[in-house]
């Protein structure tokens, strides 16, 4: 449970503002999101070799230049 204290006479806008960058940094959303849907591990384990591929082309070519 995320909570957020507030003291006496404080705004409620910056209160709100607060919980929702708590709730932001917690990735429930994300994580919700996530799991709505199955990957499967093949899936995960090619989008991850392709992503390291892509930075790998990306670091060899700052070398490069």
Not at 37 to 50: M, N
């Amino acid at each position: 449970m995320i909570v957020v204290p507030i003291k006496e006479g404080d705004n409620i806008e910056r209160a709100l503002k607060k919980l929702k960058r708590k709730f932001d940094k917690t990735g429930a959303v994300k994580e919700l999101r996530r799991r709505q849907q199955f990957t499967k591990p093949s899936v995960v384990a090619r989008e991850r070799k392709l992503h390291a591929i892509y930075v790998q082309h990306l670091r060899q070519q700052e070398l490069d230049k």
